[in-house]
């Protein structure tokens, strides 16, 4: 079969397309023929990392179940399934031992004809979906959910804040107008605001022209400030996140793409009794109850452009452009 491998060369990493065999399913696994992956920006991350031995990339992916290995009980042959981020991570609190099983990461990714997963590890995907669109759910789906469902609790009249228009930021818009909350989005492109507005944003700011965002937050709520805040930015942008929340008010911490940023006092997460919490992916039994939402409302992941397996260094490239709206896929 082929597939791709992330391989250290001359001191840095390359990404090559390999043959390798076919691999068969252990008791308690599946194998599944992949269709299609999704890029996320921890995979640019991955990608620059010096390593040892070779590593198939890519966390996120869908297919279809080809041959189930002794013992399976939860998915069958024809399934159609996406793999979850943490193969071990089924349900309850996130502990320290899911990280043995990162798919792309700390074992071989999707990103290859022929995947195996864990039965607990491969989730059953909406009806409605591509192949495509489902491969965009595992991680920035499924990170977006536990973000404003399972720890925001979110709820209708709620005003949550999302951060550019990557793939995190756009399933927390979506999913926060499934639940009937306002959505502020912000982005440093003009042509991007016009297609947050298409997507029912009710205001659009850009940072870029109006690098005090925050302030106009509080002007768009009347003085109070957001009930969520989706933080994709990090230390670059927590600082006015934390002025942009109500008091009593949730952020979500997801990302670090703003780079450095201003020193904070943490005193204003006392003061304004902010609930301030580090959001990672989630669990399969998280990945279950999305899928149940998502199939229901009949909502589509918005994907930017995808690409033939044999393109999947411009992929890359093209998310680091940080040109995207949305996902960008792979079709296998």
Same mark, same amino acid.
């Not at 320290?96 to 798919?103: D, E, G």
């Not at 609930?275 to 039994?285: D, N």
């Given at each position: 079969?082929?597939?791709?491998?992330?391989?250290?060369?001359?001191?840095?990493?390359?990404?090559?397309?390999?043959?390798?065999?076919?691999?068969?399913?252990?008791?308690?696994?599946?194998?599944?023929?992949?269709?299609?992956?999704?890029?996320?920006?921890?995979?640019?991350?991955?990608?620059?990392?010096?390593?040892?031995?070779?590593?198939?990339?890519?966390?996120?992916?869908?297919?279809?179940?080809?041959?189930?290995?002794?013992?399976?009980?939860?998915?069958?042959?024809?399934?159609?399934?996406?793999?979850?981020?943490?193969?071990?991570?089924?349900?309850?609190?996130?502990?320290?031992?899911?990280?043995?099983?990162?798919?792309?990461?700390?074992?071989?990714?999707?990103?290859?004809?022929?995947?195996?997963?864990?039965?607990?590890?491969?989730?059953?995907?909406?009806?409605?979906?591509?192949?495509?669109?489902?491969?965009?759910?595992?991680?920035?789906?499924?990170?977006?959910?536990? *973000?404003? =469902?399972?720890?925001?609790?979110?709820?209708?009249? +709620?005003?949550? !804040?999302?951060?550019? @228009? %990557? /793939?995190?930021?756009?399933?927390?818009?979506?999913?926060?107008?499934?639940?009937?909350?306002?959505?502020?989005?912000?982005?440093?492109?003009?042509?991007?605001?016009?297609?947050?507005?298409?997507?029912?944003?009710? *205001?659009? =700011?850009?940072?870029?022209?109006?690098?005090?965002? +925050?302030?106009? !937050?509080?002007?768009? @709520? %009347? /003085?109070?400030?957001?009930?969520?805040?989706?933080?994709?930015?990090?230390?670059?942008?927590?600082?006015?996140?934390?002025?942009?929340?109500?008091?009593?008010?949730?952020?979500?911490?997801?990302?670090?793409?703003?780079?450095?940023?201003?020193?904070?006092?943490?005193?204003?997460?006392?003061?304004?009794?902010?609930?301030?919490? %580090?959001?990672?992916?989630?669990?399969?039994?998280?990945?279950?109850?999305?899928?149940?939402?998502?199939?229901?409302?009949?909502?589509?992941?918005?994907?930017?452009?995808?690409?033939?397996?044999?393109?999947?260094?411009?992929?890359?490239?093209?998310?680091?452009?940080?040109?995207?709206?949305?996902?960008?896929?792979?079709?296998?």
């Amino acid at each position: 079969m082929k597939a791709y491998e992330l391989r250290n060369e001359s001191g840095t990493t390359a990404l090559a397309i390999v043959e390798r065999p076919r691999p068969s399913p252990s008791p308690g696994e599946v194998l599944v023929r992949m269709r299609a992956a999704s890029l996320n920006y921890r995979d640019i991350l991955i990608s620059k990392i010096p390593r040892s031995a070779p590593l198939v990339p890519l966390c996120d992916g869908a297919g279809e179940v080809v041959e189930a290995g002794p013992g399976v009980t939860r998915v069958k042959v024809g399934d159609r399934v996406a793999g979850t981020y943490f193969q071990d991570w089924v349900s309850g609190p996130l502990g320290p031992n899911v990280f043995r099983t990162v798919l792309g990461q700390t074992i071989d990714g999707v990103l290859a004809e022929y995947v195996t997963f864990k039965e607990h590890g491969a989730v059953q995907i909406p009806a409605h979906l591509s192949f495509e669109e489902a491969a965009t759910l595992p991680c920035a789906g499924l990170t977006a959910w536990q *973000a404003l =469902i399972t720890e925001g609790h979110i709820k209708a009249g +709620d005003t949550v !804040v999302v951060m550019g @228009t %990557g /793939g995190v930021s756009i399933f927390a818009l979506q999913f926060a107008l499934l639940c009937g909350a306002r959505v502020i989005a912000t982005t440093g492109s003009d042509s991007k605001m016009e297609r947050l507005r298409a997507l029912s944003a009710s *205001a659009v =700011i850009n940072y870029k022209t109006n690098p005090e965002w +925050d302030k106009q !937050v509080l002007e768009l @709520t %009347g /003085g109070t400030g957001a009930d969520h805040v989706v933080e994709v930015g990090g230390a670059g942008t927590l600082p006015r996140s934390l002025r942009a929340v109500r008091h009593g008010g949730f952020i979500s911490l997801i990302g670090v793409l703003g780079g450095a940023g201003e020193k904070f006092s943490p005193g204003s997460i006392i003061l304004k009794g902010i609930r301030l919490q %580090g959001i990672f992916v989630g669990s399969t039994e998280m990945f279950e109850d999305m899928n149940r939402a998502v199939a229901t409302a009949g909502m589509r992941p918005v994907i930017d452009r995808t690409y033939q397996f044999e393109e999947a260094s411009k992929a890359l490239a093209f998310l680091e452009s940080g040109k995207h709206f949305g996902k960008v896929c792979i079709r296998v």
